[in-house]
């Protein structure tokens, strides 16, 4: 997650509680792509293994970086249980929803997505501070 929505000044998408939303959507609204995201968290390990010879979470972020470019394309180098391409998408949806969504969803932890583009929950149009 935090490949797809690195920490700086700001937190990054683990921080912020984007894991806690995908879990929570996970009993949830997408349950029925439970088995998706475990099938493509699996491949995206091998391709790893594969490709690399060590664990994606061993990768430096620029390899980890470059990977994820490679599955965002479709190019991957073995056989995948499910499209690389649109298990990358939707990783990056759902990670953006977990960010940046209502902290009552879940993630967007103590409204840090909210506050880092200044928008105010409860002004008129979330208008900036």
């Known amino acids: 997650m935090d490949r797809i929505i690195p920490p700086d000044e700001d937190p990054g998408a683990w921080e912020a509680g984007a894991g806690d939303y995908l ?18 968290l699996d491949a995206l390990e091998a391709e790893a293994q594969a490709t690399a010879q060590t664990s994606f979470s061993a990768l430096t972020a620029e390899a980890q970086d470059a990977l994820l470019h490679r599955i965002e394309a479709g190019q991957v180098s073995g056989a995948w249980p499910v499209d690389a391409a649109q298990f990358f998408r939707s990783a990056v949806q759902h990670t953006t929803e977990g960010f940046y969504s209502d902290p009552g969803n879940g993630g967007n932890r103590n409204g840090v997505a909210w506050q880092m583009m200044g928008f105010v929950p409860g002004r008129p149009e979330g208008a900036r501070q």
């Open 23 to 40: 879990l929570r959507q996970f009993n949830g609204d997408l349950r029925d792509r439970l088995d998706f995201y475990r099938a493509g």
